[in-house]
């Protein structure tokens, strides 16, 4: 499974990087808002962080004016994959970015059919959104697991990016699914490692340690 981070904050991609967790990196409008840096400026500066692919979103809602930003940020990087919502104009853009080579992650993406929809329009990415689902008490994994299904059953090889994900279940599940990537906050990829037990743990090996009396180096 692939990890993207779902941020335009380049401190924490880089953080993650180094480690060697982040397959990608997804932004969108919201997260560019929040970062407070120019789109343009900031998307260059992972892109040149980051070997995989690095979403950045049209905001025009009429697919000509998402034809002309899509193929704007393409010019950015060879890894940009360009970002579009999941309407009809979108689905458009997505066909003619797809014709040219480029990669394109369709978003918002709420129902099985939309993700149908999106491969058939030649998408890399669809993206659909589990964190809101569940904030309407709809079930967001039960969509990742129907995508999985219908993309398995035509062998469709568009990418299921689980995203949206608040939670470090969210990534089990998603795993357990076959969710071809997630994308989630820094802060999320970064609890998958905890545990209690593993620090309750710790704490008893370090107690029993230094009972010892001895150093290792
Ligand atoms: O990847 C999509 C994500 O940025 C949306 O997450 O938490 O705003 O629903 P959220």
């Known amino acids: 499974m692939k990890f993207f981070v779902d941020t335009a904050e380049i401190d924490a991609i880089a953080e993650l990087n180094d480690l060697g967790m982040v397959d990608g990196v997804t932004t ?75 990669m394109v992650n369709v978003t918002l993406c709420f129902s099985a059919n939309q993700a149908l929809l999106a491969a058939k329009a030649g998408a890399s990415f669809i993206s659909p959104f589990i964190g809101r689902l569940d904030d309407v008490n709809l079930d967001g994994m039960e969509l990742i697991s129907d995508i999985r299904q219908i993309y398995d059953n035509y062998d469709f090889q568009t990418e299921i990016l689980a995203a949206s994900i608040r939670t470090v279940n969210h990534v089990t599940e998603s795993a357990l699914i076959g969710a071809d990537v997630i994308t989630a906050p820094p802060g999320v990829i970064k609890k998958l490692a905890d545990h209690p037990l593993t620090d309750k743990g710790l704490e008893a090996f370090l107690a029993d340690w230094a009972k010892t009396g001895q150093k290792i180096v």
């Not at 690095?54 to 360009?82: F, P, Q, R, W």
Request: hydrophobic share 45%.
């Open 28 to 102: 969108n409008p919201s997260l560019i808002m929040k970062s407070g840096r120019d789109i343009i400026e900031v998307t260059k500066e992972i892109c040149a962080l980051v070997d995989g692919p690095v979403s950045a979103e049209v905001v025009a809602t009429e697919a000509d004016a998402m034809i002309e930003e899509g193929l704007k940020l393409a010019e950015i990087a060879e890894n940009i994959a360009i970002k579009v919502p999941l309407t009809w104009a979108g689905l458009k853009a997505c066909k003619a970015f797809s014709e040219r080579g480029h």
